[in-house]
Every structure is written in C-alpha cells, then in structure tokens.
Nanobody, 119 residues
C-alpha cells in the first residue's frame, strides 16, 4: 500500500502565496506523472497542473503564469508554488499520482488540502 501525504494549504489574502507539497510513501513503484487537481464548491474537479516523469508539464489556462509545478523524482514528491492567488482559486486541492508496471497502470489520490483565498 502507498499513500500521498499533502501539506501547505491554508488561508491567505488575495495576492498572497502558498506552496503545496505531496510526497508518496509506503512502497516503490514506477511513476508516470504527478499533479494537482482542485474542486471548488458546486463545481467539478479539474486538473490544475501535472508533471510527467520526463519533466513535461501541463497547466490549466486559469493558473498559467501564476502557479509552478515541480518535482523531486528521488523522493517521489511534487510541489505546487501558488503565487498571485485569487478568490477563485479557493478549493480543495488533491494530489494525484499515476503509476505503471509491466501489465497495468493505476493511480493514487491524496486526501485533499483546503486552500482559501479571502480578504
């Protein structure tokens, strides 16, 4: 069994910054990608950013230029630097990891961490 341990969420003012982190622990496996999703009240869960093991990144249009995703492959840890935060960024943020082996692929989800942007 494995788990994703998230940290860094909290309450910030508009224009402020937060840094989220997520570390996979408990077992060894081949990582295909790690990333972040978010879900705001009354809305569907959406991809915020992800990063493949080869370093390629993808961002939602709504966060481009403000958020930066990075990772430490040796630690199976992914980070999300969130700058110039807006009230619309308020959501529960979920870490996601996609893995693979010889015959299949699968994924893990974090428990979610609350990010609230409010004056």
């Amino acid at each position: 069994q494995a788990q994703l341990v998230e940290s860094g969420g909290g309450l910030v003012r508009p224009g402020g910054s937060l840094r989220l982190s997520c570390a996979a622990s408990g077992t060894l496996f081949s990582v295909y990608s790690m990333g972040w999703y978010r879900q705001a009240p009354g809305k569907q869960r959406e991809l915020v950013a992800d990063i493949h093991i080869d370093g390629d990144t993808k961002y939602s249009d709504s966060v481009k230029g403000r958020f930066t995703i990075s990772r430490d492959n040796d630690k199976n840890t992914v980070y999300l630097q969130m700058d110039s935060l807006k009230p619309d960024d308020t959501a529960v943020y979920y870490c996601h990891l996609e893995w693979y082996n010889d015959i299949t692929r699968g994924n893990y989800w974090g428990q979610g961490t609350q990010v609230t942007v409010s004056s």
